[in-house]
Structures are given as structure tokens and as C-alpha cells.
């Protein structure tokens, strides 16, 4: 049998938060974690709603695996997220020991690639899964909010 947990089926699981984002007027990100091809942690930006700049999707997935797990490590979890995480997500997930990261699309600006933030060396990285579905909705997001 062909197995159905595939990064694109988790991707399309967060591109599915990055909707519910977008229809509550937050910046379209959308993230989950994954154990065992099972989620364990789904989020979306909050941070219009919680008035918090560290309410980012990737920082409510964090709290909501170690919470399920019961520990702060996330070793042999994957986290699925729209767009690159910034600066200040990738050092959380640093320091979760998360086991990979899968993101969508780049953020040229404010990814933690290109300002040179280190991941935790035993983390692995794949980049580019359903890019332009995940940064087609950040660009509809910017362009509905210049009209």
C-alpha cells in the first residue's frame, strides 16, 4: 500500500492552518507537528489576537507537542510550516531538539537562513514543499490588506 504521509499531505495540514489564519486577519502561517505520521500540534499565527509578537505559529506548536508529549524536547517530531521560520522560531526550535523542520516557502527578509541563525546540529532541513501554494496565500494576505 502507498503510504499517504507524504511531506506534501502535512504540508497541505498546515496550509490548511494558514486558511484559518488568514480567515481570522492574521498573517497566514500555518504549522503542525507530526510523531509517528501522527499530528500532534496544529497552530496558526495568533498574534493580532493574543496582542503577542511571539504568538507565531511555529512558537503555539512548540508549546502544544511538548505539552501532548509531556516533555520540552521534540526529538523525533517533524514540524510542517507554510514559511521559513524567523529568527526568533528557529531558536526555539533550536532549543527543542526538534528532530526536522519542513517549510513551504522562503522569507528572503525575515528567515532565519539568511540572518544566519543556527539550527540544533542533529535537526534536518527540507525547504521548498508546496512553495507556491504557501507563499501564494502570504501574497494574497499583503495584497487584500493594500486595497
Known amino acids: 500500500m502507498e503510504n499517504i504521509f507524504t511531506h506534501e499531505y502535512f504540508m497541505k495540514k498546515a496550509l490548511q492552518e494558514a486558511e484559518t489564519a488568514f480567515d481570522k486577519d492574521e498573517i497566514p502561517i500555518?504549522?503542525?507537528?507530526?510523531?509517528?505520521?501522527k499530528i500532534i500540534?496544529?497552530?496558526?499565527?495568533?498574534?493580532?489576537?493574543l496582542n503577542d509578537v511571539t504568538a507565531h505559529a511555529e512558537m503555539q506548536s512548540i508549546t502544544a507537542a511538548a505539552n501532548f508529549l509531556?516533555?520540552?524536547y521534540l526529538k523525533n517530531?517533524?514540524?510542517?510550516?507554510?514559511l521559513e521560520p524567523c529568527q526568533m522560531c528557529a531558536g526555539a526550535l533550536y532549543?527543542?531538539?526538534?528532530?526536522?523542520?519542513?517549510?513551504?516557502?522562503?522569507?528572503?527578509?525575515?528567515?532565519?537562513?539568511?540572518?544566519?541563525?543556527?539550527?540544533?546540529?542533529?535537526?534536518?532541513?527540507?525547504?521548498?514543499?508546496?512553495?507556491?501554494?504557501?507563499?501564494?496565500?502570504?501574497?494574497?494576505?499583503?495584497?487584500?490588506?493594500?486595497?
Not at 500540534?41 to 489576537?49: F, G, I, Q, V, Y
Open 70 to 72: 509531556g516533555g520540552k
Open 95 to 147: 532549543w527543542s531538539q526538534i528532530s526536522k523542520i519542513v517549510f513551504g516557502a522562503r522569507d528572503e527578509q525575515r528567515g532565519f537562513l539568511n540572518l544566519g541563525t543556527k539550527l540544533h546540529p542533529k535537526t534536518e532541513l527540507i525547504q521548498g514543499v508546496l512553495a507556491n501554494e504557501c507563499s501564494s496565500i502570504v501574497k494574497r494576505f499583503f495584497a487584500e490588506k493594500r486595497k
Open 30 to 37: 500555518g504549522a503542525i507537528i507530526v510523531i509517528d505520521n
Open 77 to 82: 517530531c517533524t514540524l510542517y510550516v507554510t
Open 41 to 49: 500540534a496544529k497552530s496558526h499565527n495568533l498574534t493580532e489576537l
